[in-house]
Structure formats: C-alpha cells, structure tokens
C-alpha cells in the first residue's frame, strides 16, 4: 500500500519487541533478502553478553531494522517539519538504507571480531567494521544485481561512515548526521541500541525516542534539538555510561571474549579465518557459528585440538578469572599501559613467592568457604582451599591479561552537552550550546575513567597473579607518588595544630572525588583474597572422575568418516 508521504510502497511489516511495527519499503526488500544481509541473523548483537544474560540473544539483523526505522522516522520528520531544507525522497531512502547496512561488516560476535582478534591475527594490517561494510554493500549489490546508481551508492556508503569522502559535494552536510553522528554521538544507531540491548537483558531504560525525534530541527547545517529535552540527552549520555560499565563490559563477558580470541588464533593457522573478511564471498558464510565450525572439523584435524579445548572450558564455565579490579583516572591511561604489563605482574608473583618461601614464613592457611551472589557468571560460589600458594615458575605472560577498557559519556572526558547544541521555541532558528543553569548542575567532576581488570587464563595461579600485581601496583605508587606530594603547611602554623577541614591547597569539591593523585592507585579491598587461594566452580564437585579415552562414545574418540 502507497505510503502517504512518499510514492514508496510497503510491501510488509515487521513486529519489532522495540518500535512495535517496522514498514519494510519494496526497496528494503531487495537489500534484505539477501544472503549477505541474512547472515547477521546469526551475528549476536551483544556479543558474549549473551553468556551472562541469557535474554541477550538478540542479532544484527534485528538492531539493522530498527536503525533503519529510526532514521527514515528523523529524516521524514526533518523533511516535513522544514521544507525549505529540500529533503527529497532519494534523501529519505539512502539514509533508511543507510541505517539497514550499517553493520553489514560485523565478524563473528560483533566487536570481538574487529576490536581484538583482526588486531591480533593481522597486526599489520588494519580493518574496522565499517571497511567491510562497505565492501559486503558492493557485494550484495553486484551480486544480487540490485539498480542503483553509483551516486547513491557513494551516498550511502558516506553516510554510513558519517563523512564526506566519495559522494557529490552537494549532499546535506546535516544527513551525514543521523546514521554516524561524528560531532556528538546522537544518531539512530545509538537510539536503537541503547534501548533494545536494556530490554533484551531485562532491565530495560525509559527513552521517549519518539519525543526526541520530533525535538530535531536542523539550524547551520546542524542537528539540534529544544532546550527542554536538555536533561533529557544528558540523561541518554548517562545510558550510555552505565551500558558500557555494567553491561558490555562485565567481567565474565569480557573473560569469554579474550577465550574466544584465543581459540580463534589457535585455528587460524589452519582455517586462515581473518583473511576472509577481503573475500566478501568467503565473508558472507562467516558468523559466530565459527566455534561450531571449529568444533566439528577438531573431530578430524588434530591440529584444531588447542582451539576445541579453549571452546570446551567457555561450554563447562571453566573461564578465565577476574583476579582484581579497579577504576583508573582518564588521565592516568597511558601511566597504567606502560607500566602495568602481563611480564611485570609475573616477576611481583615470583618475588612474593621466593619471599614467602624464605624460612620462618608459613605459607599453609585455614579453610575458609563462602558463596557469593550475582549475575549468571562463575562466580556465584567460591571455595577457598587450604594449601600453600603455587610455585608461579611455570606461569608464563600468556597466562595472564591485562585488560583497560574506557568508560565514558560518549566524548571521552568532556561534557558530551558540549557538543549538542539547542533551540527555543521563541528562536527557532537561532542555536546555542547550553551553559550552566540550563541543566542540572549535579554532574560528575569528570565524565570518562578506565576499568582496569586483570584476568588469569589459569585458576590456581588466582592468588599468585593478585598478589603480583598488587606488589607492582605499590612499586609504581611509590615511584610516582612524589611528583604529587602536598605542599608543606605555612612555618607559622603549629604542626600539632589539628586540621579541622580543607588544607588551604585543597578545593572543598575535590575532597573525596576521583580527581585525587592517589586514587588510581589504591588497592580494591573487596577483592582481596587469603594466600593460596584458588576458586573452584561447584559443578566440579558433582561430577564423576573423568573416564579413560579407550571408553566407547569418549571424547577422545574420532569419528568415522
């Protein structure tokens, strides 16, 4: 049926757990059903969230269509709200197509594929996401004869990239806004995913979405939106922080993430797995049913077994341990990857061990058990041994990892409002920033920190691999420490003189707040444990010793072919 804005015509809809009904245009039919753009039905995503949340089992294929909606939704709404901005159909369409092959590039799991393995297994040679999206959109068009025009092609793929390189200089700077929003992160891709990826875990966000579409005015060329939605987008900025803190980055995701890495190297000298993002052909086959592919062929080839076995351990829950934890300052970034290293965490573990060993120092320690409550990961129970901590000799600096991942509002440490300019409804032509009394004022001092994990592929070097980079944190404390000293107080104040508040080189709002020299460095007491303590997960205890290999339908048994 004709659409009533435009000449275009839905030819179905789909019910979305998100956007409700999603029109599906006879043009976004073509690019849909595709091989090419089926695939990310099987490309999760959250990644291997869906390994702690088990609601998160959501695709690309969907979060594709509601972006999708969400920017033919902001352009019509643009093209209709302000005809002089001559928005045409074909603009309305390329962005639509846009926001449907935006992901088109995304490997297995998501940003597992293109943020840590494609680094590792082509350190040389670099490839993003967004590059293979737009070779696969070449591809689904070249091979599924789809007419389009190279302008609009060049358009879409600009647009996609949220930046002028191959389209016509003529195109409407403000569209390259809404798919890819490189000036202050506030595009449909976000919109979509921040609400979707909240409702599939369980704990869904509140974002009137259709509110703030409709907020949208273009002003210079620029995407702005009516000051009374001010702390509405601070509030999404907000979203943003705590999905990348408490979500995305979650421990056990991020241990199975570095599990999957791992088997995916160990395959790819035999399966050449990261040269197949250049093939598109090769590329359109390839998703996260890779680990069952790998799994199936290790019943023939043997030299897959590492990667299997890797495979086998994130199955059993037998993952890599969060030894420690702690927030790092923004600033302190680069002080934190220079010097806390895998190498340097493993010398600490040795010294502390040849200190412990030395006579006089008893290593044994009491039994302690304890359960600890949480989210579906291996933690949920925790039985502390009694038994001398490990010789680490043997721990090599693969077995530990190192991870510092950035949590922010979106612009780093800035104000991300910064960026966003607004309108009143008495000049809806005149645009501004917000300044200080026209939002809240209740605002972290900084707006981005680190989280600094340190991870053990080896369990029982738990205690040994903690204690290490404890040892290390303070030797780095105390060398840089003393560039931060505090100003000795005034010769005419009494040093017995008790401070009773603020020292005069101390600002009120920097009291307790992570602004503080030290405050990277301090030690996470909640994640101390005891002298050889080793985690053990309960499921252990319940199962049988394991059988011999010679044992009929054992695992060691090769299939006949």
Known sequence: MPDPHTSRV??????????????????????????QFQRLRHVKQMGTSYLVWPGASHNRFEHCLGVAHLARALTSHLQRGQPELNITDRDVECVELAGLCHDLGHGPWSHVWDNMFMPKAMPNQPWQHEEGSETMLEHLIFVNHIAISNADKNFIKDLIAGERRYCDPSEKQFLFDIVANKRNGLDVDRFDYFVRDSHMIGEPIKINLHRLLNSARVINEE????????????????????????????????????????????????????????DPKQFSFLSDEIMSRIEWDSETNENLAPARAIFDRIRNRDLYKCVDYKLVKWDDKRLFEERVTSADIITMAREDFRIRSE????????????????????????????????????????DVIVSLAPMHYGMGNENPLAKVKFYSKSKLNVARNAKPGDYSGLMPNEFGEYMLRVYTKQPKY?????????????????????????????????PSTPRLGPSRTTSLGSIGSSSSPASSFGINDFTTVDVGFVPESPTKKHKQPPRDSSDAGSPGKKRRL
Not at 10 to 35: A, C, G, Y
Not at 367 to 388: A, K, L, Y
Not at 471 to 487: C, G, Y
Request: glycine share 2%; proline share 7%.
């Open 10 to 35: 839905v030819l179905r809809r789909m019910k979305d757990p998100i956007h409700d009904l999603i029109e599906i245009s006879d043009r976004l039919t073509v690019f849909i059903d595709t091989r």
């Open 359 to 398: 006579p006089g120092n008893d290593l044994k320690i009491a039994v302690v058990s304890s359960t600890e409550e949480g989210n579906d990961d291996e933690d949920e129970h925790i039985t502390r041994e009694s038994h001398p901590p490990l010789d680490p000799s043997m721990l090599s600096e693969d």
């Open 462 to 494: 738990y205690y040994n691999v903690q204690a290490g980079y404890r040892a290390l944190l303070k030797r780095i404390e105390e060398e840089v420490m003393p560039e931060h000293s505090v100003p000795t107080p005034p010769a005419t104040e009494p």
């Open 223 to 278: 995407i702005c939106y009516d000051i009374k939605d001010v702390n509405n987008i601070y509030e999404l900025y907000g979203t943003r922080f705590r999905l990348f803190k408490q979500i995305y980055n979650h421990k056990t995701a991020k241990a199975i993430e570095y599990m999957i890495v791992d088997a995916l190297l160990a395959a790819e000298p035999y399966l050449h797995i990261s040269s197949m993002v250049f």
